[in-house]
């Protein structure tokens, strides 16, 4: 199962344009629902990955745990999360929203409830980094009765056989993390990421979106030539950071650092045609 809104992103970009897709990760509440809004509704075009705020986030490294402490502090529940795409979707009812997070809040909430009110809300996919497949069968049937996909994450260390189970009901794309280890230390490396790509589409039929350890333009243009889509993620959540720390407006500076990364994934396939 999958939306049409991931559909389309896809269809859209390396389908007709041969593109890339910009996917940028904002943590939901850093440092609270209104600037995160503020970001959302001039977000530079491609899918948006939004954090679900969670105290034990195990694959996030120190960047994204400070802002889930920063979102948790300032009170921002899994319903307001829902909430605040509810509110997006006022104003933008094309780009795609995919919540990443882990299991126990959406355990908690019930999978039935989640799915229902995540849809509704106007999400169109789910990661859960903690959920593996064996175990996931009770969230893939809720999702689905939704019509959400759920996406499920490859690692280097994801042989052929795993790879077969990781995209068993895997919709939308494949998460492909470039790096062993968690978010923001190490730096994604080309080489490495473009036969890792090819083999993991082959195995699923689906995308594949790179994420882990790309920060720059430079490196993003790189990876968005042998990906379908590129994750970036610290990089924005350590400009939150930076802009209270010189106590700045959050918004601008965020979407300051956001917008030529996704001008190098859009126009990096282009730059090599030249």
Do not use: W
């Amino acid at each position: 199962m999958t939306t049409a809104r991931l559909d389309t992103c896809f269809a859209q970009t390396n389908g007709r344009d041969g593109k890339a897709v910009f996917v940028g990760y904002v943590m939901a509440g850093d440092p609270d629902l209104e600037t995160t809004f503020q970001i959302l509704k001039d977000f530079p075009g491609g899918i948006i990955e939004l954090g679900l705020p969670f105290s034990d986030p195990m694959a996030e490294g120190p960047s994204i745990q400070r802002a889930a402490q920063r979102a948790l502090a300032a009170g921002t529940t899994t319903r307001d999360v829902l909430a605040l795409v509810r509110r997006l979707r006022e104003v933008n009812t094309e780009t795609p929203v995919v919540l990443m997070g882990y299991l126990n809040p959406i355990e908690s909430y019930g999978y039935a409830a989640f799915a229902a009110d995540a849809a509704e809300a106007g999400v169109d996919g789910l990661i859960v980094v903690d959920c593996p497949p064996e175990e996931s069968a009770p969230l893939v049937e809720a999702l689905e009765a939704n019509h959400l996909s759920l996406i499920r994450l490859a690692t280097p260390t994801s042989d052929d056989a795993r790879l077969k189970v990781i995209a068993e009901r895997t919709s939308g794309f494949i998460y492909y993390v470039s790096v062993a280890g968690v978010t923001g230390v190490k730096e994604a490396q080309t080489a490495d990421v473009a036969p890792a790509v090819t083999r993991v589409r082959a195995a699923s039929g689906l995308p594949v979106a790179v994420g882990f350890g790309i920060r720059t333009p430079e490196r993003a243009a790189e990876i968005a030539r042998v990906a379908d889509a590129v994750v970036i993620g610290s990089a924005f959540v350590d400009e939150v950071a930076a802009a209270l720390e010189a106590n700045e407006a959050v918004a601008p500076r965020v979407l300051g650092r956001m917008q030529p990364l996704a001008d190098a994934v859009a126009l990096a396939r282009q730059s090599e045609n030249v």
